[in-house]
């Protein structure tokens, strides 16, 4: 398996809701990533886990919560969201020893908070 | 942090001709620096990348340059071909053995005329 995997595709939630957005690649990859991208805007980075634990955290608001179960998984929780944080949440994954740094993207959960 | 600029920001050419996108970045110890291509409702989709340690790197019809003293770094596309329309990221990293977030120029749509 070659690709990293997003569900759901699209979710729409109100800002007293509880989500979670999920990301699984099966690629042995031990780095995994979140990125928001907001319409004509390029993807920012949020939160980056490098052997199941989380290394960067870019300062990104309590409301939006990561998780590593494993090696393969990548969730990100969300509550109380605004409806500022819609947009398109890119979750990927790179090989995360050495020098082989290429991150693979996955095809994203596109998120409306109403 | 590393802030990366990019341009032009749209890029309109006849097919057949070539295209070339220009990024810069500024910080010094960024050592790897990908290209992505994103169409519209898609996935950003690596397309080449190169190392700082690489002056230029080419791949059938596309090939990046990377001049480090001037820290700017090029996407040139020959042969330009319909299926080339989309939006084109740079970014810039970091790559000392672990995993790290890329930062992305703001995009350049280009455009493949008839």
């Not at chain 2, 690596?46 to 003293?69: H, M, P």
């Not at chain 2, 299926?83 to 672990?98: L, P």
Request: charged share 20%; aromatic share 10%; hydrophobic share 30%.
């Amino acid at each position: 398996d070659t690709e990293v995997t997003q569900t759901p595709k699209h979710l729409v939630m109100g800002m007293t809701n509880k989500k979670s957005l999920k990301c699984e690649q099966h690629m042995g990859h031990r780095a995994m990533y979140w990125y928001k991208q907001k319409a004509k805007k390029p993807p920012e980075l949020m939160f980056v886990y490098s052997y199941e634990k989380l290394s960067i955290n870019e300062s990104v608001p309590s409301r939006f919560s990561p998780e590593c179960p494993n090696s393969s998984l990548l969730n990100l929780h969300l509550h109380a969201l605004q409806p500022e944080d819609s947009a398109l949440y890119l979750c990927a994954s790179s090989h995360g020893t050495g020098i082989y740094n290429e991150q693979f993207f996955g095809p994203g959960t596109r998120l409306t908070v109403l | 942090g590393e802030n990366v600029e990019q341009h032009p920001s749209t890029l309109s050419v006849q097919e057949g001709d070539s295209a070339v996108i220009k990024c810069t970045y500024s910080d010094s110890a960024s050592n790897y620096f990908p290209w992505y291509k994103q169409e519209l409702g898609k996935r950003p989709q690596l397309i080449i990348d190169i190392r700082s340690n690489v002056g230029e790197k080419k791949d059938q019809r596309i090939a990046v340059t990377l001049n480090k003293t001037a820290k700017h770094f090029s996407l040139h596309i020959t042969e330009t071909q319909p299926e080339d329309s989309a939006v084109y990221f740079c970014a810039a990293s970091y790559s000392g053995g672990g995993a790290d977030g890329l930062t992305f120029g703001k995009g350049t749509h280009l455009i493949i005329q008839p």
